[in-house]
Protein backbone atom coordinates (compact mmCIF):
# COMPACT_ATOMS: atom_id res chain seq x y z
CA UNK A 1 0.00 0.00 0.00
CA UNK A 2 1.03 3.63 -0.64
CA UNK A 3 0.49 6.63 1.42
CA UNK A 4 -0.78 9.66 -1.09
CA UNK A 5 1.01 12.47 1.39
CA UNK A 6 3.19 12.62 4.43
CA UNK A 7 1.22 12.12 7.74
CA UNK A 8 0.62 15.29 9.73
CA UNK A 9 0.73 13.04 13.29
CA UNK A 10 2.59 10.49 14.46
CA UNK A 11 1.38 7.95 16.84
CA UNK A 12 4.13 5.65 18.90
CA UNK A 13 3.38 2.75 21.46
CA UNK A 14 5.67 2.88 24.07
CA UNK A 15 7.03 -0.56 25.16
CA UNK A 16 8.67 -2.21 22.35
CA UNK A 17 8.55 0.65 20.37
CA UNK A 18 10.14 3.27 21.84
CA UNK A 19 12.02 1.53 25.03
CA UNK A 20 13.51 -1.72 25.35
CA UNK A 21 11.48 -2.81 27.88
CA UNK A 22 9.95 -6.18 26.82
CA UNK A 23 12.97 -8.27 28.75
CA UNK A 24 11.90 -6.22 31.84
CA UNK A 25 8.28 -6.39 31.53
CA UNK A 26 8.50 -10.21 31.14
CA UNK A 27 10.99 -10.67 34.15
CA UNK A 28 8.12 -8.47 36.14
CA UNK A 29 4.73 -10.54 34.83
CA UNK A 30 6.84 -14.03 35.65
CA UNK A 31 7.36 -12.73 38.90
CA UNK A 32 3.70 -11.41 39.80
CA UNK A 33 2.39 -14.73 38.80
CA UNK A 34 5.32 -17.28 40.17
CA UNK A 35 3.25 -19.84 42.46
CA UNK A 36 0.19 -18.77 41.12
CA UNK A 37 0.59 -19.80 37.56
CA UNK A 38 2.63 -21.16 34.42
CA UNK A 39 5.79 -19.20 33.58
CA UNK A 40 4.58 -17.00 30.97
CA UNK A 41 6.77 -16.53 27.41
CA UNK A 42 7.40 -14.21 25.09
CA UNK A 43 4.38 -15.01 23.21
CA UNK A 44 2.14 -12.77 25.63
CA UNK A 45 3.63 -9.50 23.85
CA UNK A 46 1.04 -10.24 20.95
CA UNK A 47 -2.41 -9.63 22.81
CA UNK A 48 -0.84 -7.76 25.88
CA UNK A 49 -2.94 -4.62 26.61
CA UNK A 50 -4.53 -2.21 28.99
CA UNK A 51 -3.76 -2.49 32.60
CA UNK A 52 -2.28 -5.06 35.21
CA UNK A 53 -6.12 -6.14 36.49
CA UNK A 54 -6.58 -6.99 32.63
CA UNK A 55 -3.44 -9.14 31.13
CA UNK A 56 -2.74 -11.14 34.51
CA UNK A 57 -6.17 -12.09 35.08
CA UNK A 58 -5.50 -14.79 32.16
CA UNK A 59 -2.23 -15.69 33.82
CA UNK A 60 -3.24 -16.52 37.01
CA UNK A 61 -4.88 -20.25 38.62
CA UNK A 62 -7.27 -18.55 40.98
CA UNK A 63 -8.12 -15.23 40.16
CA UNK A 64 -8.30 -14.21 44.22
CA UNK A 65 -4.64 -14.16 43.89
CA UNK A 66 -4.91 -11.28 41.37
CA UNK A 67 -3.75 -8.17 44.34
CA UNK A 68 -0.89 -10.13 45.32
CA UNK A 69 0.16 -10.51 41.75
CA UNK A 70 -0.27 -6.67 41.11
CA UNK A 71 1.53 -5.69 43.88
CA UNK A 72 4.32 -7.78 42.97
CA UNK A 73 4.27 -6.77 39.30
CA UNK A 74 4.30 -2.96 40.73
CA UNK A 75 7.20 -3.32 43.24
CA UNK A 76 9.00 -5.16 40.32
CA UNK A 77 9.22 -2.50 38.06
CA UNK A 78 9.73 0.55 41.13
CA UNK A 79 12.70 -1.40 41.62
CA UNK A 80 13.96 -1.99 38.08
CA UNK A 81 12.49 0.80 35.57
CA UNK A 82 15.31 2.93 35.64
CA UNK A 83 17.34 -0.20 33.85
CA UNK A 84 14.82 0.66 30.53
CA UNK A 85 16.11 2.34 27.45
CA UNK A 86 15.04 3.79 24.68
CA UNK A 87 16.14 1.69 21.28
CA UNK A 88 18.72 3.52 19.24
CA UNK A 89 17.14 5.99 17.31
CA UNK A 90 14.32 6.89 19.27
CA UNK A 91 15.59 10.12 20.90
CA UNK A 92 16.60 10.99 16.97
CA UNK A 93 13.96 10.13 15.91
CA UNK A 94 11.61 12.17 17.84
CA UNK A 95 13.76 15.11 17.67
CA UNK A 96 13.68 14.66 13.90
CA UNK A 97 9.87 14.74 13.86
CA UNK A 98 9.92 17.73 15.77
CA UNK A 99 12.05 19.84 13.76
CA UNK A 100 9.60 18.71 11.11
CA UNK A 101 6.70 20.05 12.45
CA UNK A 102 5.41 16.48 12.65
CA UNK A 103 3.61 16.35 16.38
CA UNK A 104 3.73 12.70 18.02
CA UNK A 105 1.54 11.05 20.27
CA UNK A 106 1.74 7.72 22.77
CA UNK A 107 -1.15 5.55 23.09
CA UNK A 108 0.36 2.75 25.27
CA UNK A 109 -1.17 -0.23 27.35
CA UNK A 110 0.74 0.69 30.42
CA UNK A 111 -0.54 2.63 33.43
CA UNK A 112 -0.46 6.46 33.27
CA UNK A 113 1.84 6.51 37.16
CA UNK A 114 4.37 4.53 35.27
CA UNK A 115 4.02 5.95 32.09
CA UNK A 116 5.07 9.54 33.10
CA UNK A 117 7.58 8.26 35.73
CA UNK A 118 9.38 6.57 32.77
CA UNK A 119 8.87 9.65 30.50
CA UNK A 120 10.32 12.27 33.14
CA UNK A 121 13.27 9.65 33.44
CA UNK A 122 14.17 9.55 29.81
CA UNK A 123 13.73 13.47 29.44
CA UNK A 124 10.59 12.89 27.03
CA UNK A 125 7.69 14.75 29.57
CA UNK A 126 7.22 17.37 26.96
CA UNK A 127 7.83 15.46 23.85
CA UNK A 128 4.09 14.35 23.33
CA UNK A 129 1.48 16.29 21.98
CA UNK A 130 -1.03 13.73 23.37
CA UNK A 131 -0.87 10.65 25.70
CA UNK A 132 -3.58 7.83 26.48
CA UNK A 133 -2.50 5.34 28.94
CA UNK A 134 -4.23 2.38 29.67
CA UNK A 135 -6.14 3.41 32.58
CA UNK A 136 -7.63 6.45 30.93
CA UNK A 137 -10.09 4.46 29.24
CA UNK A 138 -12.22 1.26 30.10
CA UNK A 139 -11.59 -0.19 26.72
CA UNK A 140 -7.91 -1.13 26.06
CA UNK A 141 -6.31 -2.12 22.97
CA UNK A 142 -7.08 -3.29 20.38
CA UNK A 143 -10.94 -1.21 20.76
CA UNK A 144 -9.46 2.02 18.75
CA UNK A 145 -11.04 4.68 21.52
CA UNK A 146 -7.54 5.51 22.49
CA UNK A 147 -6.46 6.09 19.38
CA UNK A 148 -9.60 7.94 18.42
CA UNK A 149 -9.59 9.97 21.39
CA UNK A 150 -5.88 11.06 20.38
CA UNK A 151 -6.82 12.05 16.33
CA UNK A 152 -9.72 14.04 18.08
CA UNK A 153 -8.08 15.77 20.71
CA UNK A 154 -5.29 17.31 17.72
CA UNK A 155 -8.11 17.67 15.22
CA UNK A 156 -6.48 14.89 12.45
CA UNK A 157 -7.95 12.75 10.57
CA UNK A 158 -7.57 9.02 10.70
CA UNK A 159 -5.68 9.48 6.97
CA UNK A 160 -3.63 11.98 8.18
CA UNK A 161 -1.86 9.25 10.92
CA UNK A 162 0.61 6.67 11.03
CA UNK A 163 0.74 4.39 14.15
CA UNK A 164 4.06 2.24 15.06
CA UNK A 165 3.54 -0.15 16.91
CA UNK A 166 5.00 -3.64 17.97
CA UNK A 167 2.40 -5.68 18.79
CA UNK A 168 -1.10 -7.64 16.93
CA UNK A 169 -3.50 -5.32 19.43
CA UNK A 170 -1.74 -2.50 17.88
CA UNK A 171 -2.20 -2.94 14.17
CA UNK A 172 -6.12 -3.99 15.11
CA UNK A 173 -6.75 -0.92 16.81
CA UNK A 174 -4.74 0.99 14.47
CA UNK A 175 -7.18 -0.59 11.24
CA UNK A 176 -10.41 -0.33 13.34
CA UNK A 177 -9.16 3.84 13.79
CA UNK A 178 -8.75 3.43 10.05
CA UNK A 179 -5.29 4.76 10.52
CA UNK A 180 -2.17 2.97 8.81
CA UNK A 181 0.33 0.91 11.25
CA UNK A 182 3.87 0.15 11.06
CA UNK A 183 4.75 -3.02 12.64
CA UNK A 184 7.71 -3.80 14.53
CA UNK A 185 7.51 -7.58 14.90
CA UNK A 186 10.87 -8.13 16.62
CA UNK A 187 11.52 -11.51 14.75
CA UNK A 188 8.58 -13.11 15.67
CA UNK A 189 5.94 -14.81 13.63
CA UNK A 190 2.26 -12.72 12.75
CA UNK A 191 -0.73 -14.43 12.30
CA UNK A 192 -1.18 -13.58 8.36
CA UNK A 193 -4.99 -11.93 9.10
CA UNK A 194 -2.49 -9.51 11.45
CA UNK A 195 -0.16 -8.71 9.16
CA UNK A 196 -2.34 -8.24 6.39
CA UNK A 197 -4.01 -5.30 8.44
CA UNK A 198 -0.45 -3.45 9.04
CA UNK A 199 0.54 -1.09 6.30
CA UNK A 200 4.05 -1.46 6.89
CA UNK A 201 5.88 -4.65 8.69
CA UNK A 202 9.85 -4.26 9.97
CA UNK A 203 11.91 -6.25 12.14
CA UNK A 204 13.18 -3.35 14.44
CA UNK A 205 12.39 -0.32 15.95
CA UNK A 206 15.38 1.57 14.28
CA UNK A 207 13.79 0.10 10.76
CA UNK A 208 10.39 1.38 12.20
CA UNK A 209 11.65 5.42 12.44
CA UNK A 210 13.50 5.22 9.39
CA UNK A 211 9.81 4.76 7.57
CA UNK A 212 8.29 7.08 9.79
CA UNK A 213 11.06 9.85 8.49
CA UNK A 214 11.09 8.89 5.03
CA UNK A 215 7.61 9.46 4.90
CA UNK A 216 7.81 13.07 6.70
CA UNK A 217 10.70 13.64 3.82
CA UNK A 218 13.41 13.76 6.57
CA UNK A 219 16.98 11.86 5.79
CA UNK A 220 16.80 8.20 6.87
CA UNK A 221 20.15 9.02 8.96
CA UNK A 222 18.03 11.06 10.83
CA UNK A 223 17.56 7.71 13.20
CA UNK A 224 21.33 7.45 14.09
Not at 34 to 39: Q, S
Not at 45 to 59: D, K, Y
Not at 160 to 184: F, N
Request: aromatic fraction near 6%; hydrophobic fraction near 45%; charged fraction near 20%.
Amino acid sequence: MTRRKPPRLVVFDFDGTLIDSLPLVLAAIAHAVEGFGPKPTKEIFATLGGPPERFLVPLLHDVSALPVAIDRLMSFHRENSHLMEPFAGADAALAALAAADVPVALWTGRDRHSTQRLLALRGWGDRFAAIVCGDDFSSHKPDPEGLRAILARLGVAPSEAVLVGDSDVDVLGGSAAGVDSVMIHHGRAVETAVAARAWRMVASPPEAYTCVLQLTGRPAKSTG
